[in-house]
């Protein structure tokens, strides 16, 4: 018995398939594995992860063993490239134009092998597992292809974690962008403040629904990542040719970190000693007291931060993002402190304060080898050159970055927020922001038409991001995330026309066999037909948006 996946229901898709013939190769438990030099995290990942699926102990062979699998780099292809072979008669060979390259080319090998690839244990003993004569060659489009995800809002365990970053590979998604530091939540370990952690990892509430809404989970929420846990979070990613890009924010949504150290607050304004971790949504007022003690500070939660994600972890592990969003002025306009500090420096304003404050931490990146990256709102008053940009306001940061030379991604609110309700009908759950539909999401372009080659240059990629303060659990994650990351990943990885030109229905198609796999890995995603009667939560209020989204 045979269980075969057409090349052609791949996601992302491919850019070439030769074949398939009615010829091939099966993969039984005699079939060997050959890895070339630099092929090692994909022949670990193999034997491990798609060996035990599936009952094959992939042992070692000769390099020509018949019928065997075989990894090889290439350094004539393109760096993520790879070309993945199968020859009646000579096995199965992926080729990549390094180790990442292999692992993506493994990535498509397993979907070629149905959806039990995608368990944790054979559930069909002695099934043959056949794959068709074919030469699939391939190379994403954008060298970054993330996900941001947000443990602040509501904490996801360090297994939870693990897990989206499987999920992310086997999208071919290369970059975790981790939000953990927010008004409602401290979420990693630093050894010099442990009351970070002692006391702004958790709060005693927590707002059920939009903040409007009137129901309040009295339960205490909380938790935080060791420093152990984040070194492992970060080498589990590597080993999957995933960066990890931390993000601790400033000078803006600090209330969890003010509630553990008052000093970081503009206390000459309010009494920054009664501040908790706060317990609901939205941009809030208590931001950090622009001071030299804040500087310090933060330079030495930063110091730990770099220590936790070495700059040599993956390609995009330099950077670090610094947020910079939604900074309310309105305490250092009051506070005596915040004015004469402008007057110090000599700054035109509060605006400019940010500025400073930013380019601060700019610099100190700068000056340990790293990168920083930011919300766009770090634009207004100049960035160092080495500086990125996450245009989130729409394309307007990002095409403004671009322009003064800085490199970009795109994730746009309108476009790839995926805690936006994916649907107008009555049972979406929490309807929250403008209604963004698979399609919607699939036509989604990251590349502003209004750049030149050379600007266009500066998108590094896109990213979809994920604001957890409606997701209290791995379900609801699950179920704003999937499918619409899929979505997101082609449009990433494929070299996909333009948006108006693309075959949404022949992605829907692929989605077919794409959903067995989801299915396979116990994702709670949202069915195309609509919510499952647990997946909806009646009364619970969101934030609808009248009229639709702006559009490119």
């Given at each position: 018995?045979?269980?075969?996946?057409?090349?052609?229901?791949?996601?992302?898709a491919?850019?070439?398939?030769?074949?398939?013939?009615?010829?091939?190769?099966?993969?039984?438990?005699?079939?060997?594995?050959?890895?070339?030099?630099?092929?090692?995290?994909?022949?670990?990942?193999?034997?491990?992860?798609?060996g035990?699926?599936?009952?094959?102990?992939?042992?070692?062979g000769?390099?020509?063993?018949?019928?065997?699998?075989r990894?090889?780099?290439?350094?004539?292809?393109?760096?993520?490239?790879?070309?993945?072979?199968?020859?009646a008669?000579?096995?199965?060979?992926?080729?990549?134009?390094?180790?990442?390259?292999v692992?993506?080319?493994?990535?498509?090998?397993?979907?070629?092998?149905?959806?039990?690839?995608?368990?944790?244990?054979?559930?069909?003993?002695?099934?043959?597992?056949?794959?068709?004569?074919?030469?699939?060659e391939?190379?994403?489009?954008?060298?970054?292809?993330?996900?941001?995800?947000?443990?602040?809002?509501?904490?996801?365990?360090?297994?939870?974690?693990?897990?989206?970053?499987?999920?992310?590979?086997?999208?071919?998604?290369?970059?975790?962008?981790?939000?953990?530091?927010?008004?409602?939540?401290?979420?990693v370990?630093?050894?010099?403040?442990?009351?970070?952690?002692?006391?702004?990892?958790?709060?005693?509430?927590?707002?059920?629904?939009?903040?409007?809404?009137?129901?309040?989970?009295?339960?205490?929420?909380?938790?935080?990542?060791?420093?152990?846990?984040i070194?492992?979070?970060?080498?589990?990613?590597?080993?999957?040719?995933?960066?990890?890009v931390p993000?601790?924010?400033?000078?803006?949504?600090?209330?969890?970190?003010?509630?553990?150290?008052?000093?970081?607050?503009?206390?000459?304004?309010?009494?920054?000693?009664?501040?908790?971790?706060?317990?609901?949504?939205?941009?809030?007022?208590?931001v950090?007291?622009?001071?030299?003690?804040?500087?310090?500070?933060?330079?030495?939660?930063?110091?730990?931060?770099?220590?936790?994600?070495?700059?040599?972890?993956?390609?995009?592990?330099p950077?670090?993002?610094?947020?910079?969003?939604?900074?309310?002025?309105?305490?250092?306009?009051a506070?005596?402190?915040?004015?004469?500090?402008?007057?110090?420096?000599?700054?035109?304003?509060?605006?400019?304060?940010?500025?400073?404050?930013?380019?601060?931490?700019?610099?100190?990146?700068?000056?340990?080898?790293?990168?920083?990256?930011?919300w766009?709102?770090?634009?207004?008053?100049?960035?160092a050159?080495?500086?990125?940009?996450?245009?989130?306001?729409?394309y307007?940061?990002?095409?403004t970055a671009?322009?003064?030379?800085?490199?970009?991604?795109?994730?746009?609110?309108?476009?790839?927020?995926?805690?936006?309700?994916?649907?107008?009908?009555?049972?979406?759950?929490?309807?929250?922001?403008?209604?963004?539909?698979?399609e919607?999401?699939y036509?989604?372009?990251?590349?502003?038409?209004?750049?030149?080659?050379?600007?266009?240059?500066?998108?590094?990629?896109?990213?979809?991001?994920?604001?957890?303060?409606?997701?209290?659990?791995?379900?609801?994650?699950?179920?704003?995330?999937?499918?619409?990351?899929?979505?997101?990943?082609?449009?990433?990885?494929?070299?996909l026309?333009?948006?108006?030109?693309?075959?949404?229905?022949?992605?829907?198609?692929?989605?077919?066999?794409?959903y067995?796999?989801?299915?396979?890995?116990?994702?709670a995603?949202?069915?195309?037909?609509?919510?499952?009667?647990?997946?909806?939560?009646?009364?619970?209020?969101?934030?609808?948006?009248?009229?639709?989204p702006?559009?490119?």
């Open positions: 018995m045979t269980d075969v996946t057409p090349p052609t229901d791949l996601v992302p491919p850019r070439s398939v030769e074949g398939p013939m009615s010829c091939g190769v099966e993969l039984t438990p005699e079939t060997t594995l050959w890895a070339g030099p630099g092929t090692e995290t994909t022949e670990r990942w193999l034997r491990s992860t798609l035990g699926a599936l009952g094959l102990p992939l042992r070692p000769p390099e020509d063993a018949s019928g065997g699998l990894l090889r780099v290439d350094g004539t292809l393109a760096p993520e490239a790879y070309r993945l072979a199968v020859v008669g000579r096995g199965v060979e992926i080729t990549g134009g390094s180790a990442a390259g692992f993506w080319g493994a990535q498509t090998l397993r979907q070629l092998l149905g959806p039990d690839a995608f368990r944790r244990a054979p559930v069909r003993p002695g099934l043959t597992r056949g794959i068709p004569h074919q030469v699939i391939d190379a994403p489009r954008f060298r970054w292809r993330g996900l941001m995800l947000d443990v602040a809002r509501h904490f996801m365990p360090k297994e939870g974690v693990l897990r989206y970053l499987d999920l992310m590979a086997a999208h071919k998604l290369n970059v975790l962008h981790l939000h953990l530091t927010d008004d409602q939540g401290w979420r370990e630093i050894q010099r403040y442990p009351r970070l952690t002692e006391v702004g990892s958790w709060r005693a509430r927590t707002k059920v629904g939009h903040r409007a809404s009137p129901l309040w989970d009295d339960k205490p929420h909380g938790g935080h990542y060791t420093r152990d846990d070194r492992e979070i970060v080498a589990y990613a590597a080993e999957r040719h995933i960066s990890v993000e601790i924010d400033v000078p803006g949504h600090s209330q969890a970190a003010i509630a553990a150290y008052p000093e970081l607050g503009n206390s000459d304004v309010v009494d920054t000693a009664s501040l908790a971790v706060w317990d609901t949504w939205g941009i809030n007022p208590n950090l007291a622009p001071t030299d003690t804040t500087l310090r500070f933060f330079e030495g939660v930063l110091e730990e931060v770099l220590e936790l994600f070495p700059a040599d972890a993956g390609p995009f592990s950077f670090v993002h610094i947020g910079g969003d939604e900074c309310v002025k309105d305490q250092w306009r506070s005596d402190t915040a004015q004469k500090q402008i007057g110090n420096l000599g700054l035109a304003g509060e605006e400019a304060l940010q500025a400073w404050f930013i380019g601060h931490f700019d610099r100190w990146l700068t000056a340990r080898g790293r990168r920083m990256i930011g766009d709102e770090i634009l207004e008053g100049g960035l050159p080495g500086a990125a940009v996450s245009s989130w306001r729409g307007a940061g990002g095409v671009a322009r003064a030379g800085h490199d970009v991604v795109m994730c746009p609110e309108q476009q790839v927020y995926l805690d936006h309700r994916q649907d107008a009908g009555p049972d979406e759950p929490v309807p929250i922001g403008y209604v963004r539909t698979l919607d999401v036509r989604f372009e990251p590349v502003p038409a209004e750049l030149t080659p050379q600007e266009t240059a500066r998108v590094l990629g896109t990213q979809a991001n994920v604001w957890t303060e409606v997701m209290e659990d791995q379900a609801r994650v699950d179920y704003q995330t999937f499918p619409r990351l899929a979505a997101l990943a082609e449009v990433a990885w494929s070299d026309p333009a948006p108006a030109d693309r075959d949404f229905t022949g992605f829907e198609r692929r989605m077919g066999a794409h067995r796999r989801l299915d396979a890995l116990g994702v995603y949202r069915p195309p037909t609509g919510p499952l009667p647990w997946q909806r939560r009646p009364g619970v209020l969101g934030r609808p948006i009248d009229g639709p702006p559009q490119r």
